[in-house]
């Protein structure tokens, strides 16, 4: 069993960043970040291959990056020009051939 833990999660004023981190307690392939707002589905954000190849929501391209430390076993996502829209828990998943895992989850309100 791995578990993820995430962290970095605030309240900030549109237009404001804010960064992510989540580590795993194990090895991990590929790893990504989910964001499920108020009665909203949960969503892709980005996800980071153990590889190095990213791929990002829409939505969020060009405004987030997401890297990641695989000595660390960990996955940051930097977030610039925040906006009220991403308002959201952001939840880390990460990928380990067939299973999958989740983190607990981190509050991120964007609100002036």
């Known amino acids: 069993q791995v578990q993820l833990v995430e962290s970095g999660g605030g309240l900030v004023q549109p237009g404001g960043s804010l960064r992510l981190s989540c580590t795993a307690s194990g090895s991990i392939f590929n790893m990504g970040w989910f964001r499920q707002g108020p009665e909203k589905q949960r969503e892709l954000v980005a996800v980071?291959?153990?590889?190095?190849?990213?791929n990002y929501a829409d939505s969020v391209k060009g405004r987030f990056t997401i890297s990641r430390d695989n000595a660390k076993n960990t996955v940051y996502l930097q977030m610039n020009n925040l906006k009220p829209e991403d308002t959201a828990v952001y939840y880390c998943r990460g990928w380990l051939g067939v299973l999958a895992y989740w983190g607990q989850g981190t509050q991120v309100t964007v609100s002036s």
């Open positions: 980071a291959t153990v590889g190095g190849i990213t």
